[in-house]
């Protein structure tokens, strides 16, 4: 029996951006496990490229690019979320196609960064342009939030809120450019083990609100001092309860001069603002003088998924 006649080989290769939450609120658990939040996303320069192909059977291969990524975690079959961002887009057009993806990894895996998100919006865009299907923008944000509550911000990027489970995405005007230190950690931690621990110790019974002054800091766009003041994260204590190599790190980050530090997320990165490029680029090294080697200097916002090649 012959093989079936695949389309002449084309490619696309859609790049994806880290998120930080320069701003997290949990409220108390629903009924259905998932805590409400208020966040503030910015998408920053750490990246993770996604390449896909036409192909008889869905595939994904994963390269890791930098020390700070371990992929060995990282799942080859249908239970990785890149394949089912593309069984998601084909079923919702009624397609009967299938791709090979190649993804390039640079941020993070499960570091707070969203890396696998990033990996699910640029499989929809790209798998969108392979096959000329022109979703429309409301679709492919609605298949991201089926996929995760952080894939509808890596397909927006810039800056951000979310609400809900964070996947109501409203883009808000940010005219600065804010310079982060990365500190990457190697030994992961667990997202239901940060909000059970916030559970615990903290329960959301608080205001968890964003302040409309962090919003008006954005939009100035100061400086590093003007923004600094509203970062916050409120699965922090908890990060820190488990993990109190975290605080450490944190406390180093300020003793080399960081305005501020802050938790990415649910970790186990932790962040730094500086106040600008060369002082992020100094942050950075006196903390691998300390024996943080494992550091990035990052500046935000930057674009969410977009097409860098075509092939």
């Known amino acids: 029996m012959s093989a079936a006649l695949l389309p002449d080989p084309i490619s696309v290769t ?25 966040t503030v996303y910015q998408a920053v320069s750490l990246y993770d490229d996604v390449t896909v192909t036409d192909a008889e059977e869905w595939s994904v291969t994963t390269v890791t690019d930098g020390p700070h990524v371990d ?10 979320i890149v394949i089912r961002a593309g069984k998601a887009l084909a079923a919702h057009h009624g397609v009967d196609r299938k791709a090979g993806i190649e993804v390039r990894k640079s941020i993070p895996v499960a570091g707070g960064m969203a890396g696998g998100s990033a990996d699910a919006a640029a499989t929809l865009v790209a798998l969108d342009r392979l ?15 089926e996929l995760g509550s952080d894939v509808p911000f890596a397909l927006v990027g810039g800056t951000a809120t979310g609400t809900g489970r964070g996947e109501v995405v409203t883009p808000v005007e940010d005219n600065g450019t804010w310079w982060w230190v990365v500190v990457f950690n190697d030994e992961g931690l667990s997202t239901p083990s940060v909000y059970g621990a916030y559970d615990l110790l903290e329960g959301g019974d608080h205001d968890y609100r964003i302040q409309p002054a962090m919003l008006d800091a954005l939009r100035d766009g100061a400086d590093s001092d003007s923004l600094a003041v509203f970062l916050y994260n409120d699965l922090e204590d908890a990060a820190f309860y488990l993990r109190p190599d975290l605080e450490r790190a944190a406390e180093a980050a300020l003793e080399c001069g960081a305005t501020m530090t802050l ?25 691998t003088g300390r024996g943080f080697d494992r550091t990035a200097v990052v500046h935000g916002p930057v674009a969410g998924a977009h097409v860098v090649a075509y092939g």
Do not use: C, Q
């Not at 859609?14 to 208020?38: M, Q, S, T």
């Open 131 to 145: 096959w000329n299907l022109n979703t429309a923008d409301a679709d492919l944000l609605e298949l991201a939030a």
């Open 71 to 80: 992929g060995s975690a990282i799942p080859d079959d249908d239970t990785n």
């Open 263 to 287: 938790l990415s997320g649910s970790g186990p990165t932790m962040l730094a603002i500086a106040s600008g490029a060369e002082d992020a680029r100094n942050i950075a090294g006196m903390l």
């Open 14 to 38: 859609v790049r994806a951006p880290a998120k930080i939450n320069v701003y997290l609120g949990v409220g108390k658990a629903r009924p259905d496990g998932f805590h409400p939040l208020e």
